[in-house]
């Protein structure tokens, strides 16, 4: 039967609710992840230890991300979702224990061969590093491995938690695994060298990996109540959610082989550019998780529970895209102009402190600024996808995912390699052309996974104005944060940055409102 007015509103307003607790957990954890970063750039900058470890820590993160959060995100909890919304308590609990125990047994099996393979893993993943670089990254590799298996088991509780609606413990749990690897910053920093602290940090991660799944799983047992300890690994449900599973997984490893790329391009650049490149992404992924995924997170479930006929699904699939992508473009395009305009702002505010300089500041700024194109596809991009999943698709944005891997190989090395020499500039901006491209490759997946999804539901009417309106406020307020940054007689880059920033996101609401857009808190007062 279709859904009363009265659910309606209801769903609608968990479903704000929703998006804002999974924003406040991520940006718990993404505060506790600054607090790191900054503490990494002190210590270590753009060091050789620095690459050794940003490339070392992305290689047991292929396994996190490929079994963790999203793949089970789209194949997990469609299926786990629909059996709580019938009541299906039982037949849910027994679910997520079998996927548990599968995962349990891949990961294991992934992380022993990750330790034994690392030095083949280190030459495939950075070829350009050599001599004491490369030893340290392989032994790093070894340390880290078992670690990401850790967070694995994090992404499962995520995945329940999620389903019952419990947002804020599966996003704030990895300030757990941020603390730990500040307080081995603390504790071991002013004390060693960089290959010391490098070492030291890659234990404190796995000890904070421990403590991430940990913090979690009392929760988790209790929602799984009664555990029936029996396996049924042939069940038709285990078999759709891993029928469901293949399709993500070779999606998601195809979305890694993107960063891949980007990391096998980045070694063959002078020193410092691997960890420019991560310190460039870590402020990225700031948008893109506390709007992209917070809003794509809260939105599967609910996409993933609506019932009644086709036209009434795709009804409220429309409405909530339509919804989830207004919210995203109103934080997320004054974040792609900051990093634009004001990027050196952004990164001195993070990291110019110790061994990282005015210069380091320049640096990523140029990385940033590339990263900052695609920002806007990338996160409605992750709306669309959440979509598919929730029709039980996965298949279709795989194929996307495809397509802009390829585009950012070729993309990624003519922008990275032969560019900056045509150029005649430093080879080691070329790590600015591979998020540049990668930006390029994400319009490309997002305009597919758009036309796609419109043709099977029908168009989702977004007004190219509401956008419009949005560039211009960014823009305008840029303009005022550009003009305090030259004139504030402030040498304290942290003071400076909050000053600066603080009042360019002021500017920038009273302009969004002034032209007629109130943002997600006027909508949510409204409703």
Known sequence: M??????RIKQSISGRGAASLVAAG??????AGLV??????????NSDAADAFRAAFRIPNFLQNLFGEGVLSASFIPVYARLNAEGKHDEGSRLAEAIGALLALSTSIIVALGIVLAPVLMDAIAPGFHGEKRELTIRLIRILFPGSG??????WCLGILNSHRKFFLSYAAPVMWNLAIIATFIWKGPHSDHTQISVYVAWGAVIGSALQFGVQLPVVWALLRPIQGIIRSRSPLVRTVTRNFVPVFISRGVVQISAYVDSFLASFLPTGAVAALGYAQTLNQLPISLFGMAISAAELPAMSSAIGTDEEISTTLRKRLLRGLQQIAYFVVPSAVAFLVLGDVVVATIYKSGIFTGHDVKFVWGVLAGSAVGLLATTSGRLYSSAFYALRDTRTPLRFAIIRVVLTLILGFLFAIPLPIWLKIDRQWGVAGLTLSAGIAGWVEFTLLRRSLHRRIGRVEFLPSYVLKLWAAAILASAVGFLLNWELPIHSAVIRGVLILASYGAIYVGLAATFGISGLVGRLRRT
């Open 36 to 45: 790191r970063e900054r503490a990494f750039a002190h210590y270590l900058g």
């Open 26 to 31: 991520m940006l718990t954890s993404r505060i």
């Open 2 to 7: 279709p859904a009363s007015p009265l659910s």
């Open 150 to 155: 850790l967070l694995v088991f994090s992404a």
